[in-house]
C-alpha cells in the first residue's frame, strides 16, 4: 500500500504554466507514481475556486481555498512591525492552517512548497519536507544591490524583506525532515556560514517535459523569443534591458528581426513594454511551444534572480539556439560554446546572437547538442528520483517503534518486584 503526503502549495498550480506552477506539477506527477497525494492550496481567483478539477490523476484529492487579496495586504500590513517576512505573512489563514493541521493527520507525511505556508509547520508531529526551491534572499540581494531596477514603493519593500527573509529561511529550514533546493547557488548562499546545517538539503535541479516541448528548430528563423512570468521584476528587467540594449545592434544586421514574449503578464506591464519599439507581447497562451516556434534564437539576458531559469531549459528543449547572461545559466552544467552561448555585456550578447541568426548552420548544431544536453540531465523523471528516495526512507524511518537502549531493556527486566 502506498504512503500518502500532503502537499500544501500557495498557488493552485493549474494550468501548468509559469515557473513555480510548472515545478511543483511536475515534482508532484513523479511523487504520485510512489505516493498517494492529497492538494490542498490556495486560490489566487474565484474562477481558479471554481474551475474543474483536472483529469490527470496526480492527485487523490485536491481541496482550494479563496484568498482575497485585501485579506492579504491586510495581513502585510499587520506584519510591518515584526520580523516576519511580508510574503509569509501574505498567505496568512486560520482556515488554511485549520485544514492542514487536520488533513496532516490523514497523511503520512506533508509536502510544503515554498516557504510561504510555512507558519504551522512546527505544529505538526510528523514527517515534513520543505520544496523551497530558491533561496529568496538571494534574489532581493540581487535587487537590492541594483541601482536601476526599481524605485519607491518597491524600493522599501525589497530593502525591508531582505533580511527577514535571510533569517527565515535559515530558521526554517530546522523543523523539516528534509528540504529541497533548486541549485548549489542558492544552498551555498543561504548556509555559507553554517555549513552542518546543509546535511538535511538537498538539490534537486529543475526539469522539462520533452512530449510537452517537441524539438523544432527554424532554419529561416529571425525572431528572438523570451519566455517568463512578466509580472515579476527579474523578467520585466530582462526584457526591457534586451529591448533597448541589445535588440537595436541585432537589428542592424537583422533588421527583420522582432522580440517575441511569451508568458503571464498584467496590464501595467503589458502598457510598459508596449512602449518598447519591434516588441511583440503574446502573453499567456496554452502551448508556448507553439507560441515560440519559428523563433531564430532564445534570450535569457537575466541580472537579477536566483535559482534555475526554466526559460533556458524550454528553450535547448525546443531547438531554439541560446544565449544567456552568466546568472541565468547559474544552477546548470551546459557548456558554454556548445550547448549554448554566455554573455554578460550588450555587444558580446548581440555579436553571439547575430551569429546564430546568420549562420543557420553552426546555429541547428548547437540547437542539436542542447536538445540532448536537456534528455540527458533534465527529464522530470532524472531529477526527481533523489527527492522521491529521500522522502521515501523518511516515512518509512518514521514507521520503525522506537528502540530502547540495551542496557534500559536489561534494567526492566531486572527490575526488583515487591
Known sequence: MKKSLLVVAPRYPYPIVGGDRIRIYYICQALAEHFDLTLLSFCET??????????????????????????????????????????????????????????????????????????????????????????????YSRINQSTKAYSGISSFIYRLEEPRLRDYEKSIIKIFDHTFLVSEMDRQFIFNNNPSARDNVSIVTNGVDLERSPYAFSPEGKD???????????????????????????????????????????????????????????????????????????????????????????????????VSSTIGLEGLSARPGLELQVADEPETFSRHLIDLLSDRTRAEAMAVLARNYVAAHHSWKIVSAPMVQTINDCLEAADQPARVAPHAMDKEQHRPTD
Open 46 to 139: 474565484k474562477s481558479e475556486l471554481h474551475a474543474p478539477l483536472p483529469n490527470d490523476s496526480v492527485f487523490k484529492k485536491i481541496e482550494r481555498v479563496y484568498l482575497p487579496k485585501w485579506k492579504s495586504w491586510i495581513n502585510c500590513l499587520l506584519a510591518l512591525k515584526s520580523d516576519r517576512p511580508l510574503q509569509v505573512a501574505y498567505y496568512t489563514s486560520k482556515f488554511f492552517s485549520q485544514r492542514i493541521n487536520e488533513l496532516a493527520k490523514e497523511n503520512d507525511g506533508v509536502f510544503f512548497h515554498l516557504i510561504r505556508t510555512t507558519d504551522i509547520a512546527e505544529q505538526l508531529h510528523c514527517p515534513k519536507f520543505l520544496e523551497m526551491t530558491d533561496a529568496i534572499s538571494l534574489n
Open 224 to 322: 528572438l523569443v523570451f519566455i517568463g512570468n512578466m509580472t515579476t521584476l527579474p523578467n520585466m528587467d530582462a526584457v526591457e534591458y534586451l529591448a533597448r540594449e541589445i535588440l537595436p545592434k541585432v537589428r542592424m544586421v537583422h533588421p527583420s528581426t522582432r522580440l517575441r514574449v511569451i508568458g503571464r503578464i498584467g496590464a501595467k506591464e503589458r502598457f510598459r513594454l508596449e512602449q518598447l519599439e519591434y516588441v511583440r507581447i503574446v502573453g499567456e497562451v496554452d502551448s508556448v511551444s507553439m507560441a515560440a516556434r519559428g523563433g531564430g534564437a532564445g534570450v535569457c539576458p537575466m541580472r537579477l534572480g536566483a535559482g534555475i531559469q526554466n526559460k533556458l531549459l524550454e528553450y535547448m528543449a525546443l531547438g531554439l539556439p541560446s
